[in-house]
Nanobody
């Protein structure tokens, strides 16, 4: 069955680091653009980082310089390295995939994972 599965979330103190992983399962027809989103309670879901099928990368404004998105095609896995974490980074992090990078970044990707919780304490 085609799906995405995130892992790597947890609790850290401000200034700490975490690396999230998102494993692709199945073929996920043509969905070669991938992205990370996060959902903070009481706020709309926001794009964290996107990596397009050609390798082009986009970051959300508040993540630039702190987060790094990458993927290992041999392992069918997407990563998000998060450094200098802040309490406001707390939230549920989701990975998503779609054949359209525009549709994906707009939040309408075809495939979504279940999410992994990141909690950053002061």
């Amino acid at each position: 069955q085609d799906h995405l599965m995130e892992s790597g979330g947890g609790s850290v103190k401000a200034g700490g680091s975490l690396t999230l992983s998102c494993k692709r399962h199945g073929y996920l027809w043509g969905a070669d653009n991938m992205a990370w989103f996060r959902q903070v309670t009481g706020k709309p879901r926001e794009g964290v980082a996107r990596i397009e099928s050609d390798g082009a990368i986009t970051y959300g404004d508040s993540m630039k310089g702190r987060f790094t998105i990458s993927k290992d095609n041999a392992k069918d896995t997407l990563y998000l390295q998060m450094n200098s974490l802040k309490p406001e980074d707390t939230g549920m992090y989701y990975c998503a995939a779609d054949s359209s990078s525009t549709k994906l970044w707009a939040g309408f990707g075809r495939y979504w994972g279940q999410g992994t919780q990141v909690t950053v304490s002061p």
